[in-house]
């Protein structure tokens, strides 16, 4: 049997090769015969996914990328560490997880998503509660502005202040402010294209980015 050590020792590497997996490339591979990395915006993401290989594979993608953020995380709660440590620990399985799918391994370091989902699923692990305020937050503006890219972008303004507030626990919210300067790195283009009124509106089967 694993020892408890030797998986504390073990989870973040784990958690960075789980979240380094591309699921947005091995789904459409598999499925179809688009190559998510040169259609749409070319990111590998569940948007894009389902902009060019449909709705159902973007579901997929999305429920994995959540899956991958969430499991290392969800492992951390059952080790018995002590309160001291648990919360640093989980935060530090969340950057992991989410720069694992930033800056994937598998396919050095480059074409990774923007952490969204993936990021949601972590936090989901630690403050449920923050994670579906911040899914209230992304309905509300995506339908409101019909771009994907600015749900995402306000749901990770919500997120630190969602996650502290439900939590209480400092390095939690640091954790997820952490996270939501990425978000915002990564979507710098589309940021550029809302401030310019020029971010096309998201729709199945366009060639739209985000």
């Known amino acids: 049997m694993i020892s408890d050590q030797l998986i504390i020792y073990g989870l973040p590497l784990l958690a960075y090769l789980l979240g380094s997996v591309p699921w947005g490339i091995i789904l459409t591979r598999l499925f179809t015969d ?3 990395r040169r259609s749409g915006s070319g990111n590998i993401g569940a948007t894009n996914v389902a902009r060019a290989a449909g709705p159902i594979l973007g579901l ?3 429920g994995l990328d959540f899956f991958k953020g969430w499991a290392p995380v969800a492992m951390a709660r059952n080790l018995g560490l002590p309160a001291g440590a648990i919360e640093p620990y989980s935060v530090m399985l969340v950057l992991l997880t989410v720069g694992g799918h930033l800056f994937p391994v598998y396919t050095r370091l480059k074409g ?3 952490g969204v989902a993936t990021a949601a699923g972590a936090f989901f692990a630690l403050a449920p509660p923050a994670v579906w305020i911040g899914l209230g ?3 509300s503006v995506s339908m409101l502005t019909r771009r994907a890219s600015a ?3 306000a749901a990770a303004v919500a997120l630190p202040v969602a996650v502290f507030s439900v939590s209480g626990v400092t390095v939690y919210g640091v954790g997820a402010a952490i996270v939501a300067v990425v978000i915002f790195i ?3 283009d589309n940021i550029r294209r809302l ?3 020029t971010e096309p509106p998201f ?3 366009t060639k739209s980015d985000h």
């Open 203 to 205: 729709r199945f089967g």
């Open 112 to 114: 990774g998503g923007k």
């Open 151 to 153: 749900g995402s972008l």
């Open 60 to 62: 997929v993608t999305l």
């Open 137 to 139: 937050v992304f309905g």
């Open 195 to 197: 401030w310019a009124g």
């Open 186 to 188: 990564r979507h710098t």
């Open 34 to 36: 688009v190559d998510i």
